[in-house]
């Protein structure tokens, strides 16, 4: 799998990284559903053995939970090391509700509960998972991050679902490496003005949800939403509803038939429709066993003709 450097970083990452979100389990706010441990571990494994140098988590995924696997997974691999990508800057209470916080002090608490629970001394790359609520608190809290990297704490610090804006305030203060933003057919805002700024300053993409948490998988279904367990956030988003449900798996569909002339699934083709922007370096897809990494994480190998793009983007 090819691999590309991430924006001013030193980290030569593959196309695809793994996501672990939905390895988090469930009890949590955005959980999605109770998750087998050990599925997600040989998910993990399959991963690192398809050539994916790189995992994305988050300390809030799970409550810690996901961050806890990933170190188990890494203790029974014999492997290379993958490269490590965590977030700060949301909190959960003994309920499992997910709240924002971000000041210096919580930065730094954060880092050293990610560095505990991955079992390692230094996090390759640090992101701020949410911006704050006031733009001027960036100030102390980016300060805090270049710091964690003066120390040797993280190698690389980012940013995930700023705007332009709020990188530029970073950026006053000190490099950003990445931005973590959401990209997929069914939200493309991003096209606009972040892509095209990251571009220019030089700043590292690694896009999340391509698949649009599953919509545009292939595999899902209105009986497959019907059956959701009550613990899953998608069944409280507009997207898995009519009568947006209807347009998103009509769009599924399309991807379907493009991938089924190319012996790819509809999620591996939705996957590198986000990979053929000249700004995206890399595409996070989340897989919560070793049949659905196989289904997936070979998108990279899938480049999309411009009739095909066409195709898919028709109206």
């Given at each position: ?209 391509p698949m649009a948490s ?28 009519d009568p947006k449900l ?70």
């Amino acid at each position: 799998m090819k691999t590309e450097e991430l924006g001013n970083a030193d980290l030569e990452i593959t196309s695809i990284g793994f996501g672990a979100w939905a390895i988090g389990g469930g009890g949590w706010e955005f959980s999605w559903g109770p998750q087998d441990d050990r599925e997600s571990i040989r998910a993990i494994h399959r991963a690192l053995e398809l050539g994916i140098n790189w995992i994305d988590t988050a300390a809030a995924y799970g409550c810690g939970h996901s961050e806890e696997i990933i170190r188990q997974a890494l203790a029974e691999w014999s492997g290379a090391r993958p490269q490590l990508f965590t977030k700060c800057g949301l909190r959960w209470d003994e309920k499992g509700k997910i709240e924002r916080e971000l000041t210096p002090q919580s930065v730094r608490r954060e880092c050293e509960g990610s560095l505990r629970r991955l079992g390692t001394e230094t996090i390759d790359l640090y992101q701020i998972h949410w911006p704050p609520l006031q733009i001027e608190e960036i100030d102390a809290v980016w300060e805090t991050m270049a710091a964690l990297r003066q120390e040797g704490k993280v190698r690389w610090i980012g940013v995930s679902n700023f705007n332009v804006s709020e990188m530029e305030r970073c950026l006053s203060i000190a490099p950003v490496t990445s931005l973590q933003p959401p990209y997929s057919l069914l939200f493309r805002d991003i096209e606009r003005e972040i892509l095209p700024f990251c571009q220019r300053r030089g700043i590292g993409v690694i896009v999340y949800s391509p698949m649009a948490s599953g919509l545009l998988s292939g595999s899902m279904t209105r009986e497959r939403i019907a059956g959701m367990d009550v613990d899953d956030w998608r069944r409280r988003s507009e997207e898995f509803q009519d009568p947006k449900l209807k347009r998103n798996l009509a769009l599924a569909e399309r991807l379907k038939e493009v991938g089924r002339r190319r012996g790819r699934s509809a999620g591996e083709v939705a996957v590198a429709w986000t990979l053929r922007h000249p700004a995206v370096t890399g595409a996070i897809v989340g897989a919560r066993t070793a049949q659905q990494v196989d289904g997936v994480m070979r998108a990279a190998e899938c480049e999309l003709t411009e009739e095909e793009t066409d195709e898919i983007e028709k109206t």
